[in-house]
């Protein structure tokens, strides 16, 4: 059977990674702090001299760590002040997208009242524009993925708020939970129907802003979001019972 995305185990890589990185955030080892010689971790976790190099690797490519010539592995000064970020790796797993999803219900509710109440007639051609390129890409999943992207990245220059602007831009294609996602294994019908559903909800917020009605694009934006966040649920709850039955 072939295995998706989804169904990936966690490592022993992943698992320490995890712990290490949780040492470092609740301060246990405190930035500037000597890091455990490898061998110690070995000992300390029961695990293999190569977990141990991979998730210490990981730390550093992190910026949680840094090596000093002949002094050995160092918690980074700047370990505590990491930026936010949100890796692709982290949003291979449903859940992760979940995640994002309830995330983004909390932001892009008040972006898209912002966008209403402060938009200029430039902002509503960007947003018509990306919404129109999603209509005719409708048939090609990463192309229509990057349309939707443009589509919020303008309500967020609506906003007249460069945080919001740097917050969506930064995010990009993980902005966007992959069609095949929902839609795995499904007729070409069905994305069809997926597409023209979510154009849909799209086109109310558009409605709301050009109104320029805060309140209805608040609320077209969060049923927008309470919707994809429902659909992704669905699909969670469904895989789950899968794996139990199976």
Do not use: W
């Amino acid at each position: 059977m072939e295995k998706t995305v989804t169904d990936r185990p966690s490592s022993l890589t992943d698992d320490l990674f995890v712990k290490l990185e949780a040492r470092i955030r609740s301060g246990e080892m405190p930035p500037g702090s000597r890091f455990p010689t490898q061998k110690d971790i070995c000992i300390a976790e029961n695990v293999s001299r190569t977990v141990v190099r991979e998730a210490v690797a990981r730390l550093s490519a992190q910026g949680l760590t840094n090596s000093r010539q002949g002094s050995g592995v160092f918690v980074a000064d700047t370990a505590a002040y990491r930026a936010f970020q949100v890796t692709r790796d982290e949003l291979s797993e449903l859940t992760d997208v979940i995640k994002l999803l309830e995330m983004r219900l909390a932001v892009e509710t008040e972006m898209a009242s912002l966008a209403a109440a402060r938009r200029t007639t430039a902002d509503i051609g960007a947003i018509r524009e990306a919404l129109q390129e999603m209509a005719d890409v409708s048939d090609d999943p990463a192309a229509a993925a990057r349309a939707d992207i443009a589509f919020h990245l303008a309500i967020a220059r609506a906003t007249q708020n460069d945080y919001f602007v740097r917050l969506i831009d930064f995010l990009g294609l993980r902005l966007v939970p992959p069609r095949n996602l929902y839609l795995q294994g499904q007729s070409d019908e069905a994305h069809r129907a997926y597409a023209a559903l979510v154009r849909a909800e799209h086109e109310a917020i558009l409605d709301a802003i050009v109104r320029m009605d805060s309140d209805r694009a608040r609320a077209a934006a969060r049923h927008h979001m309470q919707e994809s966040l429902s659909r992704h649920s669905q699909l969670s709850e469904t895989k789950r019972l899968r794996d139990r039955a199976a």
